[in-house]
Structures are given as structure tokens and as C-alpha cells.
């Protein structure tokens, strides 16, 4: 999962994206109002973390700007600021939710996950199952038919993608955009190799393979 973080403090975006990315999101920072504004209209995110105060342009400016643009990516406000019209004003600005500093990771973690949860459509549990394979989002595990299957980091976060868009067939390139970032070349054969890494783990020692590949199209994990 891609998240950008728009936050000017160095230290705190240090810390939240050093937690982040142990946490197997990818994460692309700016620390400006207008970087933030590019980025949200040129790249495509899972979800935004917006800083209220920011040297150029505030938080809920921000979130107008974006949402002007048709851009319904989830938007989590980070503030300092706990007054009731302040709640108001962030939320009627376009962000989809609001997490008043200081806070802990764990409660940060749970938002994203709920925000990433609503769009995608699925239920609100941390829990994804797609028939006999069960990922807890919380915990970043993986069982299947009850037997514990270890991933990477990197082999995690591309198979909760594609549970998270369960029975839905997702391209090469919004894959590598989602789980890789934009740094990478887009005629890799990352993605290759690591389906096929997936499909060792997933599906080879069971009689239902659940991860498919869409002829010139992507990939695909399926729930029946």
C-alpha cells in the first residue's frame, strides 16, 4: 500500500515513515503544501496522512484543493489543534478522518487500515479471508486452511493488496506503482517473481489455486 505523507515537522515524518514502512507500506514524503498538491494529482495513493500546519498552505486548503480535482483518495489529518470547530472545519474540508497529536502508531496504523478498508469496499474487521486463506491486518499474518504461512515484507504487502481487491483484476503497473513505488522500472520482472514466490507459498501445497494471471492484463486473487 502507497501512502503519502504530507507533514513538515523532520523528526515526526522521519519517525511515522520509519514506522510505516516496518509496518510494509510504502511511503513518499514532502513536506510543503505545493510538493503535496503535485504529488496528489500526478501519483496515485492509497491513502494521504495531511498535517494541518504546513508553511505554505494549511491542512483543510489542502484537502479542498485536492478534492476539487476529483481525487477521492482517503485523507487522515494529523493536528495538534482538539477544539470541536476545528474537528468540523478538517472533516467539512474533505478529510475522511482526523487524528489529533500526540498520538500513538498503533492507533495511526488502525485508521489507515480502516480508511484503506472503506474504499476497497470490504468489511470493516482487520480481517480479510478470501475461501481458506485469512489475513489479520493488524498482526501482518497469513494462514491458510489454519497453517501459518511466513512471507516477506515485501511478498505481505502484495498479497493484502490483492486481497484487498479481491476477484478483481489489477494491472502490472498499478501494482508496482502500489507496492514497489514509482522508482521502479515498469518493465521489470519484479512482480513475475514475486507471484511466483506467492504461489509457492499460497497455492502449491493446495488443491485450490487462488492466485491467477489475466493474459495481458495482471493479476487476480480469487475467492471461488
Not at 510538493?35 to 500546519?53: G, H, K, R
Not at 468540523?88 to 480502516?114: N, Q
Not at 502500489?178 to 507471484?195: A, K, Q, Y
Request: aromatic share 6%; net charge neutral.
Amino acid at each position: 500500500m502507497h501512502i503519502l505523507l504530507i507533514e513538515d515537522d523532520i523528526r515526526i515524518a522521519a519517525n511515522i515513515k520509519k514506522f510505516l514502512i516496518k509496518e510494509s507500506f510504502l511511503v513518499t514524503h514532502v513536506d510543503n503544501g505545493e510538493d503535496a498538491l503535485f504529488q496528489a494529482e500526478t501519483e496515485t495513493y492509497d491513502v494521504i496522512i495531511l498535517d494541518w500546519m504546513l508553511p505554505d498552505k494549511d491542512g483543510p486548503t489542502i484537502c479542498k484543493s485536492i478534492r476539487l480535482k476529483q481525487n477521492t483518495t482517503p485523507i487522515l489529518m494529523l493536528t495538534a489543534k482538539s477544539q470541536v470547530e476545528d474537528t468540523v472545519e478538517g472533516l467539512t474540508s474533505g478529510a475522511d478522518d482526523y487524528l489529533t497529536k500526540p498520538f500513538s502508531f498503533e492507533e495511526l496504523l488502525a485508521r489507515i487500515k480502516a480508511l484503506i478498508r472503506r474504499k476497497s469496499g470490504t468489511t470493516q474487521s482487520a480481517i480479510i479471508s478470501v475461501n481458506d486463506l485469512v489475513i489479520d491486518t493488524n498482526l501482518n499474518t497469513v494462514k491458510r486452511s489454519n497453517k501459518i504461512i511466513s512471507l516477506s515484507p515485501r511478498e505481505y504487502s502484495l498479497l493484502e493488496y490483492l486481497a484487498v481487491h479481491k476477484n478483481k483484476t489489477i494491472d502490472r503497473i498499478t501494482l508496482l506503482h502500489h507496492v514497489w513505488g514509482e522508482d521502479i522500472d515498469p518493465l521489470s520482472n519484479t512482480i513475475d517473481v514475486h507471484i511466483r514466490y506467492l504461489r509457492k507459498k499460497i497455492d502449491d501445497n493446495f488443491k485450490k489455486k487462488l492466485i491467477r494471471t489475466v493474459k495481458n492484463k495482471g493479476y487476480i486473487l480469487c475467492s471461488s
